[in-house]
C-alpha cells in the first residue's frame, strides 16, 4: 500500500468554504470519513475555530450552489442532503450526501475512475488550502489520476503533487503538517518569533509587535503560534513514547 498526497488551492469566489476559511483563519476542517460510488458521495467534516467562523461555515456548507467536493463550478443539478449532527462554540460536524449528475465530478470520482475501489480518504482544509491524503495500492495509475483531476479542477484552483510514499504503518490519520513539518503560515508564524526572540527570556518582542511586523492580526498568529506549539509538542511526546517502549524491550 502507498499514501499519495497533494493539495488544492481555490482562487477566491470558486469555493464558498475556501472562501469562508480565508476569512476566518481560525478555523480548519478535517473529514471524520469520506465514501464515495460511481453514483454519489457522502463524507463527515468536523470543523474547529471561532463560533463566528463555524456559523459562517454552517451556512457555506447548506448554501444550495455548494456540493461537497463538486468539482463543477456551476450549478450541476445534483440533489445534496446536510446536515449538522453536532454543534458548540468551537465545533461543528457535518454530514453531506449527493448522488451524482450526468455533469458533477469530485476528487473521490476521478480517484475511483483511475485508482479504482477500495482507496481511504483523508483531508485537511486550511485557509484557501485543501490536503487530501489516498491511501491506495502500489500498482495504482498515480500521475493518470492526477492529470485527469487537473483536467476536471481548470484554471481556478491551483494543485501541488505533494508525496507519493509507501504507507507508513505508524502514521495514524491526516494531520496538518502532512507534507511539512508544519503548515506554512504556522512555519512561518514561529520561524518568524525564533528570530525575534519571542521565545527568550526575556522576551525580546511581545506578541502584538511580533504580529505588527508581519502585517498580521494578533489573534492569528496567536492562534497559528499555538497549533505550532502544540503540533511540535505532540510530535515530541510521541517520538519519546517510542523511544521508551523500545528501551523497556
Not at 132 to 144: E, K, M, Q, T, Y
Request: charged content about 30%; hydrophobic content about 35%.
Amino acid at each position: 500500500m502507498r499514501e499519495f498526497v497533494f493539495a488544492m488551492e481555490y482562487e477566491p469566489g470558486t469555493n464558498p468554504v475556501a472562501d469562508v476559511l480565508a476569512e476566518y483563519p481560525d478555523a480548519s476542517i478535517r473529514s471524520l470519513s469520506c465514501h464515495v460510488t460511481a453514483d454519489s458521495l457522502w463524507r463527515v467534516d468536523h470543523a474547529e475555530g471561532s463560533s463566528e467562523a463555524l456559523e459562517a461555515l454552517e451556512d457555506a456548507y447548506k448554501n444550495a450552489d455548494f456540493f461537497a467536493d463538486c468539482l463543477v463550478k456551476d450549478d450541476c443539478g445534483a440533489d445534496c442532503e446536510v446536515q449538522v449532527l453536532d454543534r458548540s462554540n468551537d465545533t461543528l460536524v457535518v454530514y453531506t450526501y449527493w448522488d451524482r449528475t450526468d455533469v458533477c465530478t469530485s476528487v473521490p470520482h476521478v480517484a475511483l475512475e483511475y485508482l479504482g475501489e477500495g482507496l481511504l480518504f483523508e483531508t485537511y482544509r486550511e485557509g484557501r488550502r485543501y490536503r487530501w491524503r489516498i491511501v491506495l495500492g502500489s500498482d495504482a495509475p498515480i500521475h493518470d489520476f492526477f492529470d485527469a483531476l487537473g483536467g476536471e479542477v481548470g484554471e481556478c484552483t491551483g494543485m501541488e503533487m505533494l508525496r507519493l510514499t509507501e504507507l507508513d504503518p505508524e502514521r495514524n490519520g491526516i494531520d496538518p503538517g502532512t507534507d511539512e513539518p508544519l503548515p506554512s503560515e504556522q512555519r512561518e508564524a514561529l520561524q518568524a518569533a525564533v528570530d525575534r526572540g519571542y521565545y527568550e527570556t526575556p522576551r525580546q518582542i511581545e506578541l502584538s509587535e511580533l504580529a505588527e511586523t508581519l502585517d498580521v492580526p494578533r489573534s492569528t498568529l496567536s492562534y497559528r503560534l499555538r497549533r505550532a506549539e502544540a503540533s511540535l509538542a505532540t510530535a515530541f511526546a510521541d517520538e519519546e513514547s517510542v523511544e521508551q517502549l523500545a528501551a523497556e524491550r
